[in-house]
């Protein structure tokens, strides 16, 4: 799997990224998982319901104890794949890796 360069930076402790759980939804047999594929808190008949019934503020490091100590690449990947907390230098980052 290849990992985004700003994730790779996040990793290694060079950058700070927020959880963007939302940005990698999960479904399986009981319906849409939320908030993330590590927790299940509860199971959303429609990626409608996931997204407006889960309190999405409520989770990430410094929110939820059991996100504490998560750097997992469903909640910050997405943050780095979106552009969040992301510099021109970091867009080049990123279309050079594209371009690969």
């Known amino acids: 799997m290849r990992q985004t360069p700003i994730y790779m930076e996040f990793l290694r402790g060079e950058r700070e990224l927020p959880c963007t759980a939302w940005g ?9 998982k939320g908030p993330c594929y590590l927790i299940t ?3 959303y008949k429609t990626f409608e319901d996931l ?6 503020e409520s989770y990430g490091p410094g929110a939820d104890p059991r996100c504490e100590h998560c750097m997992m690449h469903c909640g910050f990947e ?3 794949a979106y552009g969040i907390n992301v510099s021109l ?3 080049m980052k990123m279309l ?5």
């Open 24 to 32: 990698n939804p999960t479904y399986n047999v009981k319906g849409w």
């Open 41 to 43: 808190d509860g199971h």
């Open 51 to 56: 997204m407006t019934q889960t309190q999405w």
């Open 78 to 80: 997405p943050s780095a």
């Open 89 to 91: 230098a970091d867009n």
């Open 96 to 100: 050079s890796w594209m371009l690969k």
